[in-house]
């Protein structure tokens, strides 16, 4: 089965670092569009990082210059490093995989904290 699980997570102070990390299994992941979201309760989830098949990126606009998303082929990884955090980057963080047949897989999260 399908299975995306996530680490990385945790709390740091605004101005640090975090990087996240997806071990992705029981999918072709050379082929999955691997992305990163953010859930913050009372708001929607939204896309933090994407990155194709091919390598192309895509990032909201309150993260770019700060996130870079990025994957290992090889590992079946897929990372996201987060630089210059916000508290308003405070978040739980899922690593969502889709694949070429149109399945859509999600981790379990881990949560960020961002204290001011």
């Known amino acids: 089965q399908v299975q995306l699980v996530e680490s990385g997570g945790g709390l740091v102070q605004a101005g640090g670092s975090l990087r996240l990390s997806c071990a992705a299994s029981?999918?072709?992941?050379?082929?999955?569009?691997m992305g990163w979201y953010r859930h913050t309760p009372g708001k929607q989830r939204e896309l933090v990082a994407l990155?194709?098949?091919?390598?192309?990126?895509n990032y909201a606009d309150s993260v770019k210059g700060r996130f870079t998303i990025s994957r290992d082929n090889a590992a079946n990884m897929v990372y996201v490093q987060m630089n210059s955090l916000k508290p308003e980057d405070t978040a739980v963080y899922y690593c969502?995989?889709?694949?070429?047949?149109?399945?859509?897989?999600w981790g379990q999260g881990t949560q960020v904290t961002v204290s001011s």
């Open positions: 969502n995989a889709v694949v070429f047949a149109g399945g859509s897989y």
């Open positions: 990155i194709t098949s091919g390598g192309s990126t």
């Open positions: 029981g999918i072709i992941f050379s082929d999955a569009a």
